[in-house]
């Protein structure tokens, strides 16, 4: 049993479709808090459905803050994100942040390091590389910390390295103090298996196309932009080119489900590399989560 006290902040991580959300509104109503953002596809606004955000039912349950603030065509980073979070943590509210973007909850909670803004001209030139172009100028020590299969992380590193001369590397020797302290929070993994979660995962897609997942397409490829951060968000790119006659909706389907099972892996991973020491929610068949909690 894993006791969470209505005093001290929560914070929830696990991959995509593992029921983070589900758990967060059970917290929340039984003991109140305010439901955080910490997915970094959910920061932005025209694509609450493909993104996962909470829908009416959930935003009538409990509070959420810092999902679809940020404009579609804007620029939202990790440094904006933890610039959001104090305001939230001191309100005087328990926050309950929950999200599968690991590099924001251990930045949050291990401290990050000062990196330099990126200036908007080096972000416009790395729009315009491919991912092998990129990792051929970074350096070692960055490419064996990063996931170079996330086009984002190994855009992120370019960047840095070009207006900076050092790598992320460097950067990462040197921290803040953390915002909010792992000792003075409860944090929580669920620990999704392959073999539960990928169905899951299938599953999903159908809902999202029940909820209008077609419809928020068409809202959107009016002002599709690919290289925008808000156009990263998988499955944006195969819904735009099924609308325009380019792709059937099996094949966008197939192409969703399975980039989306490589995304749970790559979270399981970081979650494994940096949460171990966290409590662990073993998640299963017939298994209640909430069973594994006891609420003070």
Wanted: hydrophobic share 40%.
């Amino acid at each position: 049993m894993i006791d969470i006290s209505p005093h001290k902040p929560v914070i929830i991580a696990g991959p995509t479709a593992s029921g983070k959300s589900a758990l967060a509104l059970h917290i929340a109503e039984m003991q109140g808090g305010v439901i955080v953002n910490a997915d970094a596809s959910q920061v932005f606004q025209g694509w609450p459905i493909l993104t996962a955000q909470p829908d009416a039912d959930d935003l009538t349950r409990a509070r959420h803050v810092l999902y679809g603030h940020a404009p579609y065509d804007k620029n939202y980073t990790l440094a904006d994100w933890l610039a959001d979070i104090p305001e939230i943590i001191n309100s005087g509210e328990r926050p309950i942040i929950v999200g599968g973007t690991g590099l924001y909850l251990t930045s949050l909670t291990q401290g990050i390091s000062q990196i330099p803004q990126i200036p908007s001209d080096v972000r416009a030139q790395s729009n315009l590389l491919d991912v092998a172009h990129m990792l051929s100028d970074i350096d070692d020590e960055t490419k064996a910390r990063i996931d170079i299969n996330n086009p984002r992380r190994v855009q992120r590193a370019w960047e840095v390295q070009q207006h900076t001369g050092h790598g992320l590397s460097y950067w990462h020797q040197t921290r803040d103090p953390a915002i909010l302290p792992e000792a003075d929070t409860t944090c929580l993994v669920l620990d999704a298996p392959k073999d539960w979660l990928n169905p899951r995962i299938a599953k999903r897609f159908d809902m999202m196309m029940d909820a209008g997942l077609r419809d928020e397409a068409r809202q959107m490829e009016p002002h599709w932009q690919a290289h925008l951060q808000s156009s990263k968000a998988i499955g944006a790119q195969w819904m735009i080119a099924h609308l325009r006659g380019e792709m059937d909706l099996e094949t966008v389907a197939e192409k969703i489900i399975i980039a989306t099972r490589q995304y749970a892996k790559r979270q399981r991973t970081w979650f494994r590399a940096n949460m171990a020491h966290w409590a662990q929610i073993p998640m299963s068949e017939g298994q209640s989560v909430q069973a594994q909690l006891r609420l003070l």
